[in-house]
């Protein structure tokens, strides 16, 4: 079963620092693009970044760049996001989500983790 | 960037009723456009790709047409299981964005 589990969130304090992973199976994780999409509390969907299958090319939304970094391991099948500089409108819950079995669209989304940014 | 813009925010139709949603695009994506859905609580699932390609498994009331900046999805036969907040996602360019949302309730 081609599985996407999200760990990670929490509750930080503005300004403060948060690593997200995300744990790929069921799927050659190593041939895909991987992103991030993060939904804020009764709002709507906001992409957040994604990264090539080496990594070697990465894309963010100008909300986070400078802030957020993505990242993967390939040998662990684990995609991350590193975030800094957290501010109280990052709070969301964060899905991993990948085009896997289509050419088009994210067909697979993890359950996603919840981050709060509050003092 | 690329804005989405649906219509409309809200929409409650009967059990039967064909529903339209419609989602401009600022500047022409081709048919680089998905449609989501998301009951609530859940995670979005993807309905559409390629403007008009319905994904396998999804019902066959659920159909997609457009191109260029503007896109429909219907919904031929509205079902009370369709209650859902509807998304489309523009993957022309960087960064990748989504309309703000069509509720979906059910007279």
């Known amino acids: 079963e081609v599985q996407l589990v999200e760990s990670g969130g929490g509750l930080v304090q503005p300004g403060g620092s948060l690593r997200l992973s995300c744990a790929a199976s069921?799927?050659?994780?190593?041939?895909?693009?991987m992103n991030w999409v993060r939904q804020a509390p009764g709002k709507g969907l906001e992409w957040v970044a994604n990264?090539?299958?080496?990594?070697?090319?990465?894309y963010y939304v100008d909300s986070v760049k400078g802030r957020f970094s993505i990242s993967r391991d390939n040998a662990k099948n684990s995609l991350y996001l590193q975030m800094s500089s957290l501010r109280a409108d990052d709070t969301a819950i964060f899905h991993c989500?990948?085009?896997?079995?289509?050419?088009?669209?994210?067909?697979?989304w993890g359950q996603g983790t919840m981050v709060t940014v509050s003092s | 960037d690329i804005q989405m813009t649906q219509s409309p925010s809200t929409l409650s139709a009967s059990v039967g009723d064909r529903v339209t949603i419609t989602c401009r695009a600022s500047?022409?994506?081709?048919?680089?456009l998905a449609w989501y859905q998301q009951k609530p609580g859940k995670v979005p699932e993807l309905l559409i790709y390629k403007a008009t390609s319905v994904k396998s498994g999804v019902p066959s009331r659920f159909s997609g047409s457009g191109s260029g900046t503007e896109f429909t999805l219907t919904i031929s036969s509205l079902q009370p299981g369709d209650l859902a907040t509807y998304y489309c996602?523009?993957?022309?360019?960087?960064?990748?964005?989504f309309g703000q949302g069509t509720k979906v309730e059910i007279k």
């Open positions: 990264i090539k299958q080496d990594g070697s090319e990465k």
């Open positions: 069921g799927f050659t994780f190593s041939n895909y693009w």
């Open positions: 989500a990948v085009t896997w079995g289509m050419p088009g669209g994210f067909d697979i």
């Open positions: 500047q022409s994506i081709s048919s680089w």
């Open positions: 996602q523009q993957y022309n360019s960087y960064p990748r964005t």
